[in-house]
């Protein structure tokens, strides 16, 4: 594990350790440093802005856990996103700074000006395009000068999805040419629902959605070369046979950050580049129709800042109950789990991409407990304890990357197969 200096006394630091997924991550790290040999080789701490919410959300934890020492054992620091010196001052301290204070789009880049100037590795759960491919254009050559890491989207978006597809292209016997993925939620019987920060990054995200288009042009990347068949989309909703309900093209980060994933394999380890296509289920046809009103008031409303104000304001009334101001209840989260699906196709060993169709395809599958926290936080913890302990392993000597990018020749898989989030082949054809 990376060495930890009186100078720099913390392996983790939780920045935004008072926020609703911010508690899930500390109870994580408490759980993950009880775990680990002689239970305290893990060095850790909480920042946030309010000492007096810091000591509570100690205490809370030490409750929740049975780990009364999390009072008395682990250092608060007092850090404002705000207040650039109190930020360097926090990145001073530790080796990974977890930054759960969001949306990113506000509040993000501030930390991680902060920890690459100040020596400290940045990895975060944003699921928002715009932010995460801005932060690669704006301070990747910086994070690389300084040998610093910034890993984005390392929760649920969208690690699953990333390191799904390099799950399947190494069990798959040949050359995976395309993969179609199917997500699945379910829930108990009081349902699923998101907090209002994840509400406000899609609001504001669908209403930014135009300069992520210009953004994209800034890179100046040549398209990637579509190996074998051009797989054809399928429509805005269709049903499928795959999961048994309608289903819509996934509007979450999943796309753009495997194929930023696939572009860093193809261009930097020669790898064929997969095509990808993300869709998930939304039900019968009640579930339809009400999606369908409900997004188009969405898309209306977005478009002006009175619309966008009042769908922050009211975000379960606009949402049908999918997001609110408190979040997910503890049952809620308990009785919630998640299934991704990945249909592969691609060409049999020794048999050439460019003559005919495909001939071989793949079913896999990554399934997990409550996506939103459970398996975000998880996946989040597991992916900053394995840069600590596997840092040579990692590309070049810093810049910012996205998840499979960063571990692909890492143990992530197998730590987080061990944890909260399954992978496994359902059927070779």
């Not at 789009?105 to 690459?116: D, L, N």
């Not at 989207?153 to 390191?163: M, W």
């Not at 571990?407 to 399954?422: A, G, P, Q, V």
Request: with cysteine; aromatic share 10%.
């Amino acid at each position: 594990m990376a060495a930890v200096t009186p100078s720099r006394p913390y392996h983790i630091i939780v920045f935004g350790a008072t926020g609703f997924t911010g508690q899930f991550v500390v109870e994580e790290v408490a759980r993950c440093a009880a775990e680990s040999p002689g239970g305290s080789s893990l060095k850790w701490a909480v920042a946030g802005r309010s000492r007096r919410r810091l000591e509570e959300v100690l205490k809370q934890a030490a409750g929740r856990l049975s780990m009364p020492e999390l009072k008395t054992e682990i250092e608060i620091i007092v850090a404002d996103v705000s207040i650039e010196e109190s930020l360097a001052i926090m990145c001073q301290q530790g080796v990974v700074i977890l930054n759960c204070v969001g949306p990113y789009r506000f509040y993000g880049e501030p930390v991680v000006k902060a920890c690459v100037e100040n020596g400290a590795h940045y990895i975060d759960i944003c699921g928002e395009p715009q932010f995460l491919e801005r932060m690669q254009l704006e301070y990747h050559t910086k994070a690389l000068d300084k040998g610093i890491y910034v890993i984005g989207s390392c929760g649920f978006d969208s690690i699953p999805a990333d390191l799904g597809i390099l799950y399947t292209q190494r069990q798959f016997k040949g050359t995976l040419t395309a993969v179609e993925s199917f997500l699945n939620i379910s829930s108990g019987p009081q349902g699923s629902s998101g907090h209002d920060a994840t509400w406000q990054s899609a609001v504001y995200g669908f209403a930014d959605s135009g300069s992520l288009r210009q953004l994209r042009k800034k890179f100046g990347h040549k398209p990637l070369p579509v190996v074998g068949a051009k797989v054809k989309k399928r429509g805005l909703l269709f049903f499928s046979k795959e999961l048994q309900q309608y289903a819509i093209p996934f509007m979450g980060s999943d796309p753009s950050v495997v194929k930023r994933t696939q572009r860093f394999l193809y261009e930097e380890e020669q790898q064929s580049p997969v095509q990808y296509t993300a869709y998930v289920g939304v039900g019968g046809l009640f579930s339809v129709v009400k999606l369908f009103c409900g997004g188009l008031l969405f898309w209306f409303m977005v478009k002006f800042s009175l619309g966008r104000r009042l769908l922050t304001m009211f975000p379960s009334f606009f949402s049908f109950g999918m997001f609110s101001k408190t979040g997910p209840t503890m049952k809620q989260i308990e009785d919630t789990c998640f299934s991704l699906t990945f249909y592969g196709e691609g060409y049999s060993e020794g048999t050439d991409p460019s003559q005919g169709r495909p001939n071989t395809k793949i079913c896999t599958q990554v399934m997990g407990a409550e996506p939103g926290y459970v398996a975000t936080v998880s996946a989040m913890v597991q992916a900053a304890v394995t840069l600590l302990n596997e840092l040579h392993s990692l590309p070049r000597r810093g810049g910012v990357y996205t998840p499979g990018a960063a571990f692909h020749k890492t143990s992530l898989i197998e730590r987080l197969h061990n944890h909260s989030i399954k992978f496994s082949v359902r059927n070779r054809e």
